[in-house]
């Protein structure tokens, strides 16, 4: 049902900014002594997107938030655009707590994102997610996306009132399977999934990009007569847990579209309590994966200490995470990367690179 836009669901280049807007799921194995990766699904990718091909990420940089978002995804118009189809397009925010504006995903990117799907005739289009605290209605209004129902005709979607599939997640204190609910229309083939992340540092993970946002925002949290939050179950109990489930889960779960807003990213104790950092960047790409090693580099971050996106790259069907086979339209990486402070937790966060010994 839809009550004045808000949906419950169960079941170029530019001068101005003004003149912008005129004109334009898993299992695993436990050894006798300690833990190793299992394998999961093979992915769900094309295989231009595979370990073996060569990606293009676009990286935009400049003084208006939604215009580097709209010029980090021009490079790829026709591409997106054939991508999409006839589907829906479901934007997923990346707001943490919505009462922080900093770990949410600020109104001005997704109005860019926005004006570049409207560029190329899509009009068919949702915001949703799953807070991990409060409501999704109550922060998309804080946040300012009301504002986009009458402006671009979008409906506003509360994934936890979503009819949910159940997926298996592990828990490391255990490792057997948990059941984890997740939002179905986040799984359903028919709908082609944004990721409008940020750049911040995570104290569990390390960093968060567009595949997390994407994997733990889809998990839905407790609500009566519906058992299994899952946003517990797929933090896995702890470092081993977690950076396997969104390996595991990346393989049906994942951003078809990364849009990484930098424009003001998080460092420190993220990925609520961190504090910002002007750098005023935006990227995109049709892999995730290629992206969110973008994504590292921009925020000085090394790669091979991030468990998840370290399996991923692994597994060799998620994406490219090679950067000589990593294409960047837009200025040279150098020229905008920063070194972030890291959480406090770094030694426990790369923890997962030694076997987990039995207790």
């Known amino acids: 049902m839809m009550t004045e836009g808000v949906e419950t669901m169960t079941t170029s280049c530019f001068t101005s900014r003004r003149s912008f807007l005129k004109a334009t799921v898993a299992g695993s194995t436990v050894a006798a002594v300690a833990w190793r990766r299992p394998s999961a699904w093979g992915a769900d990718v094309p295989s231009a997107a595979t370990g073996s091909s060569t990606s293009r990420v676009s990286l935009a940089a400049g003084d208006d938030r939604a215009n580097i978002a709209f010029k980090s995804l021009e490079p790829f118009k026709k591409e997106i655009a054939a991508a999409i189809g006839k589907k829906r397009v479901i934007i997923k ?30 009009k068919d289009i949702a915001i949703a997610e799953s807070p991990a605290m409060g409501s999704a209605l109550d922060g998309f209004e804080s946040l300012g996306y009301n504002k986009f129902v009458a402006q671009y005709g979008v409906k506003l979607v ?4 979503d009819d949910f599939q159940v997926v298996q997640c592990i828990d490391q204190k255990d490792f057997q399977p948990h059941p984890c609910r997740m939002a179905k229309t986040m799984l359903d083939s028919n709908n082609f999934v944004i990721s409008a992340a940020k ?44 950076n396997y489930n969104l390996f595991a889960l990346s393989a049906k779960l994942h951003p078809h579209l990364a849009v990484i807003d930098g424009y003001e990213g998080m460092e420190g104790t993220g990925p609520v309590n961190g504090t910002p950092v002007a750098h005023k960047v935006c990227i995109a790409s049709l892999d995730w994966l290629a992206a969110d090693r973008i994504g590292a580099e921009l925020m000085g971050v090394d790669f091979s200490k991030i468990g998840y996106l370290t399996f991923c790259a692994q597994a060799g069907d998620r994406g490219q995470s090679d950067l000589s086979k990593i294409e960047i339209l837009g200025p040279p990486i150098k020229d905008y990367a920063k070194t972030y402070q890291l959480p406090k937790q770094w030694d426990q966060i790369t923890s997962w690179q030694k076997p987990m010994m039995a207790g």
């Not at 919505?98 to 600020?106: D, I, K, Q, T, Y």
């Not at 567009?210 to 609500?223: E, F, H, M, Q």
Request: glycine letters at 12%; a positive charge.
């Open 93 to 122: 925010p990346n707001n943490v707590i919505p009462n922080h504006p900093l770990s949410a995903s600020h109104a001005d990117n997704l109005e860019g994102i926005l004006e570049f799907l409207r560029s190329i005739g899509k």
């Open 158 to 161: 509360d994934l936890d009132k």
């Open 199 to 242: 750049l911040k540092t995570h104290d569990l993970v390390g960093i968060t990009l567009s595949l997390k946002n994407v994997v733990v925002g889809s998990a839905l949290k407790d609500a009566a007569n519906r058992p299994m939050s899952g946003k517990r179950v797929t933090h896995g109990g702890g470092t081993y847990g977690i």
